[in-house]
């Protein structure tokens, strides 16, 4: 009898390594997403929605039976629905905040990016003066109404949220805003796309003193599958990064990742 089960055992081991994880039950996850795009990560081109993290989780979705939607939205809806668990169960591209965290659970990040602050020249001809992250509480900030800037560490600094990209870079240009604090790619995977004009006055620069920011899929704490859907996220991250699968993906959208 014994020389049957240490086969037996090989068998299950190898049907569980390598079958879906989700195979005996479909799964459906409601997502929603920043209806402007947040390129090269996820947007739309030709009605269709592609992207770097976008792709990566459409593959391990598609590979564990986890049917799934997006509904493109303002961002501020988005957050507020799937934190809810109303519209949405989750959103594929998002930083990590204590507010947000007690609504949601998150994934292993799925990429970083690179904080910075643009700027116009017209203003700050000599470039902008910033030595540490401190610094930016001297100016007058503008950002995005919903996005978080919490790794910015601006605590109680006034800021003037406004309802897209394309205001800001407009108050950037013409005097409203003096800096706008933002990862490096995502103003210029919207300019790549034509959904933003970014004014030959703009540059950017890096700040000093702060890391790079980790994005994650978060799902809602009251979404009943959350837990099982990051647990297969996590472990098929892992498992794409240790094939070079991730890399791939990510350098057909960003040469330098």
Not at 30 to 39: A, E, F, I, L, R
Request: glycine share 8%.
């Amino acid at each position: 009898m014994r020389r049957y089960l240490k086969p037996l055992r090989i068998f299950y081991f190898l049907f569980f390594i390598f079958i879906p994880l989700n195979l005996f039950g479909e799964i459906k996850l409601k997502m929603c997403d920043d209806k402007n795009g947040w390129p090269p990560f996820i947007y739309r081109k030709n009605n269709k929605t592609i992207g770097a993290s976008y792709e990566i989780l459409d593959m391990i979705f598609r590979k564990n039976r986890i049917k799934y939607t997006i509904n493109f939205m303002s961002w501020h809806d988005c957050i507020f629905a799937a934190s809810q668990n109303i519209e949405a169960n989750g959103i594929m591209n998002a930083s990590y905040n204590r507010k947000r965290a007690r609504f949601f659970y998150y994934s292993r990040p799925l990429y970083q990016t690179k904080p910075a602050v643009f700027y116009s020249i017209k203003k700050y001809t000599n470039g902008l003066n910033l030595r540490r992250l401190n610094d930016l509480k001297k100016f007058k900030i503008c950002g995005i109404r919903g996005y978080n800037y919490a790794h910015y560490k601006l605590g109680s600094t006034l800021m003037t949220q406004l309802g897209d990209m394309k205001k800001v870079f407009r108050g950037l240009s013409y005097g409203g805003c003096e800096i706008f604090p933002s990862e490096v790619e995502i103003p210029f995977g919207l300019a790549l796309i034509g959904k933003l004009r970014i004014g030959s006055d703009i540059e950017w620069k890096r700040i000093p003193g702060i890391k790079y920011n980790n994005f994650y899929l978060m799902l809602s704490k009251k979404y009943v599958h959350a837990r099982k859907v990051l647990g297969i996220v996590n472990r098929e991250v892992k498992r794409l990064r240790k094939m070079g699968t991730e890399k791939m993906v990510f350098q057909k959208y960003l040469p330098n990742f």
